[in-house]
């Protein structure tokens, strides 16, 4: 038996070829299951990211046109905000904490966890993952989520009052529905990083960049560390001439075109 | 804290309201959870449903006509076969092993397992769903794997001689394009049941069920019942005016179609 397969069961890292066509992909999903043996991702955030993938893959796995507009109305809307917050899960954290803590430093937003199956020894497991990469403040974590949004069934609706609580704008990725809407309706606007154009998260929010993560948030610290030497009229108008809607459009007739064309070469 | 996040910290069952909009998806999530917990399924299983849960969604989670008509040509094809083997892995096991065993019996076919990510542990836990749910014989189990399928690097290549190694007619579902590769290579006739019409699989077998596994195997197992009163002659007409390209095209523009409605109604 192969070596590698003995030591982990699920590990082929050692053994898919350099030149797999799929070689990224399977690489980025056991980081993905390495994240979950250390109590940081839930088995459900696995068949999440599954469903990334597929869009991702529909999207062409680059970051086009409908999402570079939607991450220049994202940085504009995070330097214009009083106190914005990031909203860290577990998915988030295994794939990108560094560029996560770049982008609190860079918009000054706090980076606060909260998660949909929450307990205390994931709590502590992301945030040292942040910790580790030079997060200053770690919201969320254990008692600190003392306040509660109203209208959700889940652990999610914990909130921390520096953080989530009094947030006027809340950056978040990979989200369900439910907590979107409750977002919204608490008044906040919300920048979604969600590659699924059709999912509630991105029909609710206030501007949807349709993106794998992995991409769109190393964009999102560019973009913003760019947009920083604008006045804030110039960020206003950017803001003002997005529309979430058009974009979702965009995106949906971009993944269409796509397929036709694939269907027309098979 | 709910009761339910106290003993399984990732089981939501007992918290989703019942009218939850995507309350069935969830509860085959967790069904999955559970398999990987039993070691049917290895995480990667996790990401491979994920996946498809996106392609269940743009093909409108219900069996469209293109997979109707691979469902009888499968059938067809099938029931001419002299030594049929049905491959099962982790996902099928945990998923529809009831509809695997009725199919197996209805259409004389030989259950092997087979894995992409192989150990006995896993190979005996998917042995016993099988015999649990009436299975006579389920082969590629430990020491009867002997033979070696040509030019993968998994562990998939170990296959049963008197299953997948001799088998003229295969059928397999959540499949790696490298293997689908391999036994067509070796001209078996490949069934495939793969929700993504664009993978390496649905374009490589000789029949792509585009449609949930959930969905597929009872229809199949309904359709081989139905056209076992056909001649010879019959069947293999059905087979004669089957093209594979034909229905992949037919499935991506469907849901290309689809993709331009939703973006009109956004």
């Not at 469903?51 to 994202?74: H, N």
């Not at 770049?102 to 993952?129: G, Q």
């Not at 108008?237 to 694939?262: C, G, M, P």
Request: aromatic share 4%; net charge neutral.
């Amino acid at each position: 038996m192969d070596k590698a397969q003995d030591s982990k069961p699920w590990s082929i890292r050692d053994l898919i070829p350099e030149n797999h066509p799929r070689r990224e992909s399977l690489l980025i999903r056991e980081k993905l299951i390495e994240a979950m043996e250390k109590s940081i991702l839930v088995p459900q955030g696995l068949i999440a990211h599954g469903r990334g993938e597929c869009f991702d893959y529909l999207i062409g796995e680059k970051t086009q046109d409908f999402a570079e507009k939607a991450i220049e109305a994202a940085a504009a809307t995070l330097l214009l905000a009083k106190t914005p917050t990031i909203s860290v899960n577990g998915n988030m954290a295994a794939l990108v904490p560094e560029g996560l803590i770049r982008l609190a430093e860079e918009s000054n937003a706090k980076l606060e966890i909260n998660l949909f199956y929450r307990d205390e020894r994931r709590e502590k497991a992301i945030a040292e993952v942040l910790y580790k990469g030079g997060a200053k403040e770690v919201l969320g974590v254990g008692e600190d989520a003392s306040e509660v949004i109203p209208e959700l069934f889940s652990q999610r609706r914990r909130v921390s009052p520096k953080g989530i609580y009094k947030a006027d704008v809340v950056l978040l990725g990979l989200e369900d529905g439910d907590r979107t809407e409750a977002l919204v309706k608490m008044g906040k606007k919300v920048i979604a990083i969600d590659i699924n154009p059709l999912s509630r998260t991105s029909r609710t929010a206030t501007i949807t960049i349709v993106d794998n993560i992995i991409r769109a948030v190393p964009r999102l610290v560019e973009k913003v560390k760019e947009l920083k030497s604008k006045s804030k009229e110039e960020l206003e108008q950017i803001v003002f001439n997005y529309d979430n809607k058009t974009i979702l459009a965009e995106s949906l007739k971009f993944i269409a075109n796509r397929l036709t064309q694939l269907s027309l070469s098979l």
